[in-house]
């Protein structure tokens, strides 16, 4: 039975450290009882279970040709083991412990590494907890609930207020508004009536509707979405990791080197076998990768705890090479740039009486727009009395009713059609509609007394974050699914540099992959809609306050939804990728200066390096990768604009 990772590190752990506290205890006279035959059964248990599979991998690499880290790791602690046995038995000095502790901390380098992995999404599982469960459908004019698998297309199926639409299609029969944002991103709920389409897995709002079921089972918007985070998580090729690059070269040469070693010394020094055996194996040692197995985990534990103290979630290692090559950053609209509500942006006329009317109208109607009024009408105080009496909806246009005994009103522009509002009104609204604002009017009597623009706006922190991005040299793109008139508009506010509108959500991902023909891309989201582009770009962004879905797609999170987070997420991420590349000169730099100490290049002057003293270098590489590491908690961040790596 194979062992999983954390219990071959633990069994690692458990059997070197008595020989760990014999090397720190040593000068003051302590020894592990039985001496080096304790040392070795310690080792043999931790070479036989905890080394295994790194020795297997190195057979099956050979085999093909090729070396890796497993190979720098078996090569080095098996020849560190064996040769130690041989020295054991010799009566020389041995460091078994140089072998245990060697598979002890790559071992922890793994467990590290593979509970970062664990922490990976289950972002289709959660698209697919979406859909509704079963459905209404209508057939020989009974009602029949179904489950959903067992819907057909041309079905016709009743969605009650507040329910989930099982699917795809097409009304024919009622009227009301529907909430489509986990789907479509938009945040305005839309009205719907006869020969509207529906989109399955969203929300009806108000009104009883029969609709015919026209696309079922993989067929429907939201199996496309779920199928493309599924081709998008899988289409990702791996980076290959630097340290295995490296690793393919330098371990061919170190193990010919050992081998040179050997026989300069033996075959044209004289020496003894067992001299040329110690420079052989010093070489061998000193090459050994302990360092080289600390360096990437070190600095990502270490680089993702202070972006994570900074709320910003980097949720893997490969992430933070792609970073350093974005040159494109695409922003979702709804819920990114924006706030991801409507609110009430302008208020022309007399505020208090325009508010004081539509917050009481408003309180009784179930239009989607009255929530922003009604929250506005509540902040300036205006809605605690609600005296509305022979309320009344206006199909399409908006309510009527009597307050303090006056006819009152609100609605869109249709009510027009039999009140009257001044030229001066008739102009600022349409200056608000060009803004791209949705205008409702108020009014009492037969005239229109004031207008309440509403808007889904921009965060406050959007327009310095697209800045603090273009001062970075990145460009910057919206897609939503907004029409082009918000789209313009909202690019306009924020200074963004080019607007794709009124795009699918299906097509959000078609869209990344064309910007990635050209360069890099990072794409910013937070709704349902935006998983399968969050996938696909070579950095995907979520932000905090989004959906699970759009936060467990993404790479990178950002927990405190504020948008001036990405540039810095791009600034830690590319200082992490440094220092990881600094860690592994570090994790090197042991090797190649003692290489040739090892060797015995100097030993006609006196210098040499034995075993003990390479196991030594070892370490003291090993703790220059860890201090380097720790160095990350003294990053300073300049937000929002400094991108100094």
């Known amino acids: 039975m194979q062992l999983t990772t954390n219990k071959r590190f633990t069994i690692a752990l458990i059997f070197s450290l008595p020989m760990l506290a014999q090397m720190i205890l040593t000068p003051f006279g302590f020894h592990l009882p039985g001496g080096t035959w304790t040392e070795f059964v310690l080792t ?44 054991m038995l010799a009566g020389q000095d041995v460091f078994f412990e140089g072998a245990a502790l060697v598979i002890t901390f790559i071992l922890l380098g793994q467990v590290f590494e593979e509970r970062m992995r664990k922490n990976a999404s289950s972002a289709i599982e959660k698209l697919l907890d979406l859909q509704a469960k079963d459905a209404e459908v209508i057939r020989d004019g009974q009602a029949l609930v ?16 507040g329910q989930k639409i099982a699917v795809d299609g097409t009304i024919v029969e009622g009227q009301s508004t529907i909430d489509e944002s986990m789907v479509t991103g938009e945040s305005m ?23 015919r079921a026209d696309k079922v089972g993989d067929e429907t918007m939201l199996a496309q979405i779920v199928d493309l985070v599924k081709k998008a998580q899988t289409s990702h090729a791996p980076i290959q990791n630097l340290t295995d690059k490296v690793s393919s070269i330098f371990v061919p040469i170190v193990l010919i080197l050992s081998i040179l070693i050997f026989m300069i010394w033996y075959v044209f020094l004289g020496a003894t076998v ?64 924006t706030q991801g509500q409507p609110v009430v942006t302008d208020i022309i006329g007399g505020q208090d009486q325009v508010m004081t009317i539509a917050g009481q109208l408003e309180a009784a109607s179930e239009h989607p727009l009255a929530v922003a009024v009604m929250d506005k009408a509540k902040e300036l105080g205006l809605a605690e009395n609600n005296s509305v009496e022979n309320f009344q909806a206006i199909e399409g246009k908006g309510v009527t009713g009597r307050i303090d005994g006056q006819t009152a009103f609100i609605g869109n522009a249709k009510l027009l059609a039999d009140r009257q509002m001044s030229a001066d009104l008739q102009e600022t609204m349409t200056q ?28 406050p922190s959007s327009k310095q974050a697209v800045a603090s991005l273009k001062k970075r040299g990145l460009k910057t793109v919206m897609l939503t699914g907004d029409n082009q008139l918000v789209a313009d508009a ?28 050209e360069a890099e891309v990072a794409f910013v989201g937070d709704g349902i809609n935006d998983a399968p582009a969050l996938t696909t770009a070579d950095v995907g962004i979520a932000m905090g306050s989004g959906t699970d879905v759009a936060i467990e797609s993404g790479d990178i999170v950002l927990v405190k939804n504020d948008l001036q987070d990405v540039a810095t997420a791009i600034q830690l991420s590319a200082k992490i990728f440094n220092r990881i590349k600094l860690n592994l000169f570090w994790a ?35 703790l220059s990768v860890v201090i380097s590491s720790l160095l990350l908690n ?12």
């Open 44 to 87: 043999t248990v931790v070479m036989a279970v905890s080394a295994s599979p790194f020795v297997r991998s190195t057979w099956s690499s050979f085999k093909k040709h090729h070396s890796n880290m497993d190979t720098l790791v078996a090569i080095g602690t098996v020849t560190a083991y064996l040769y130690s046995i041989y020295a």
């Open 274 to 337: 067992s001299t040329a055996i110690i420079f052989a194996v010093s070489v061998l040692v000193i090459a050994c990768p302990c360092a080289l197995g600390l360096a990437t985990p070190t600095a990502l534990m270490v680089g993702t705890g202070v972006s994570a103290k900074a709320g910003i979630l980097i949720k893997n290692g490969e992430v933070l090479e792609a970073v350093n090559h974005v040159k494109t950053v695409i922003f979702d609209k709804t819920g990114t740039i």
């Open 432 to 459: 608000l509609q060009e803004a791209a604002k949705t205008v409702v009017l108020v009014g009492v009597g037969d005239e229109v007394i004031g207008l309440i623009a509403i808007q889904d706006a921009p965060k």
């Open 146 to 161: 179904i489950p959903l698998d067992q819907v057909q297309i041309g079905d016709i199926v009743r969605v009650k207020p």
């Open 634 to 645: 003294r990053v300073k961040l300049n937000r929002p604009s400094a991108f100094a790596n």
């Open 490 to 517: 909202v690019a306009k506010q924020v200074g963004i540099d080019q607007v794709i509108a009124d795009v699918l959500p299906n097509d959000k991902a078609e869209y990344v992959q064309k910007f990635q023909q």
């Open 189 to 211: 709920p839309v009205e719907k009536a006869v020969d509207d389409a529906v989109i399955g897995a969203t929300i009806n709002k108000n009104g009883t509707l029969l609709f």
């Open 588 to 622: 090197f730099i042991y090797n190649v200066l003692g290489i040739p100490v090892a060797a015995g290049a100097f030993a006609a002057i006196g210098l040499t390096l034995s075993p003990e003293l390479a196991g030594l270098a070892m370490a003291f590489s090993s």
